[in-house]
C-alpha cells in the first residue's frame, strides 16, 4: 500500500461497490496534460494492474496509479461526495497550486 496516495473511508466504500458490480476491477486514478489549468484527473475501472502500477488499497477498495501519475499525486487524498448536485470523486491534492471550477482541473508550479 502507498503511503502517499489516500482513500477516504468513504471512497473506498463506493469504489468497492463499483468493483463489486464490474467482477472486481480496480479503479484507476490518472493526471493526464489537459484541461483547463493544465493537468486533468482521470477515473476509470481496470481489470488488473499494469507490472508498474502502484496499488493502493483499502479495505476491499484497490485503486491503481502509474509511476507518472504518482508523482503528481504525492500526498494527495480520494474523497467521494454524494451531493444534492451529484455524487462524484474528489482528489484533494496538496500539489496543485491552483484548481478549475470544474473540480478535474488543477495546475502545479
Known amino acids: 500500500m ?3 496516495f489516500r482513500l477516504t473511508d468513504r471512497a473506498a466504500a463506493r469504489i468497492a461497490e ?4 464490474e ?3 480496480a479503479l ?3 493526471v493526464l496534460a489537459g484541461g483547463c489549468s493544465g493537468f486533468q484527473y482521470r477515473f ?3 481489470p488488473a494492474p499494469a507490472p508498474d502500477d502502484t496499488v493502493v488499497e483499502h479495505g476491499r477498495a484497490r485503486v ?3 509511476p507518472a501519475s504518482l508523482d503528481l499525486l504525492a500526498g494527495a487524498e480520494l474523497d467521494f461526495t454524494d451531493e444534492l448536485m451529484g455524487s462524484h470523486f474528489a482528489v ?3 500539489n496543485a497550486s491552483s484548481a478549475c471550477g ?3 482541473s488543477f495546475a502545479v508550479d
Open 102 to 104: 470544474c473540480g478535474t
Open 44 to 46: 476509470a475501472l481496470d
Open 2 to 4: 502507498s503511503e502517499s
Open 23 to 25: 467482477g472486481g476491477a
Open 28 to 30: 484507476r486514478v490518472a
Open 92 to 94: 484533494r491534492n496538496p
Open 64 to 66: 491503481l496509479i502509474d
Open 18 to 21: 463499483i468493483a463489486a458490480g
